[in-house]
């Protein structure tokens, strides 16, 4: 899987929008772009994926560059609920059965202050 | 979704002991995987864990240290074998329903003295 670079760490206002920069230079034109975030003592969970256009789901909106080589997760309005690690993860399409695991790099950590 | 528990969800063992860690979906499911998150780390894959066949591990982990047994399509385990202060982490469970969305467990957090 190819590689993603995202800030260690980004602080925001509860009730505001927040915009998670990643950065994947050399993904492929079979890399889906995946988000999954990770609240204190839990284990991940999916937040959205997508591959060219922009997504929306009830969690967030994803927007993904022309060229592909960075994307942006927006949350809307940031809540408390929301301060976890964000992680940016790039996963060929066949996934699992072309030998692609879920790869997670250092992800970014989201402080929201109240 | 996928419901997933996992038991226990916390032990302290002493060194050269060992511990299996169950894995529990509440459907049936074809791959799952563990994972290892050491302290202040990402997580990284074990292994992955097909029923019927022997599970597949990531380079730097072999089977005799962590044997996974996958005797049905709900369950999994992970064993920790001869343990030492370096395999405290926290060990996670989860699996795949389709190519897109992958479900995790809550996580075993294991503290090795």
């Known amino acids: 899987d190819a590689k993603t670079t995202q800030p260690n760490s980004m602080e925001s206002n509860e009730e505001e929008p927040v915009h998670l920069p990643c950065n994947h230079s050399?993904?492929?034109?079979?890399?889906?772009i995946h988000w999954y975030r990770q609240l204190p003592s839990q284990g991940p969970e999916y937040v959205i994926h997508?591959?060219?256009s922009n997504v929306n789901n009830r969690m967030a909106s994803l927007a993904i560059a022309e060229d592909r080589k960075s994307s942006t997760l927006i949350l809307h309005r940031a809540t408390l609920r929301d301060a976890a690690v964000y992680y940016c993860?790039?996963?060929?399409?066949?996934?699992?059965?072309?030998?692609?695991?879920?790869?997670f790099g250092g992800g970014t950590r989201l402080m929201v202050k109240p | 979704s996928a419901v997933i528990s996992q038991k226990p969800s916390r032990d302290i063992c002493q060194r050269g002991t060992s511990l299996t860690i169950q894995c529990q979906v509440d459907?049936?499911?074809?791959?799952m995987f563990w994972y290892r998150q050491q302290p202040g780390q990402s997580l990284t894959l074990i292994a992955t864990?097909?029923?019927?066949?022997?599970?597949?591990?990531e380079s730097g982990f072999v089977i005799d240290k962590f044997p996974i047994s996958r005797p049905n399509l709900t369950f999994s385990t992970l064993t920790v074998s001869n343990m030492s202060p370096e395999d405290s982490s926290i060990y996670l469970c989860?699996?795949?329903?389709?190519?897109?969305?992958?479900?995790f467990g809550p996580g075993t957090r294991l503290t090795v003295l």
């Open positions: 989860s699996v795949e329903r389709s190519y897109n969305e992958q479900f």
């Open positions: 050399t993904i492929s034109g079979t890399d889906y």
């Open positions: 997508g591959l060219t």
């Open positions: 993860i790039l996963r060929d399409v066949r996934g699992y059965n072309a030998g692609n695991m879920l790869t």
């Open positions: 459907s049936q499911v074809t791959m």
């Open positions: 864990a097909n029923q019927g066949s022997e599970a597949t591990y």
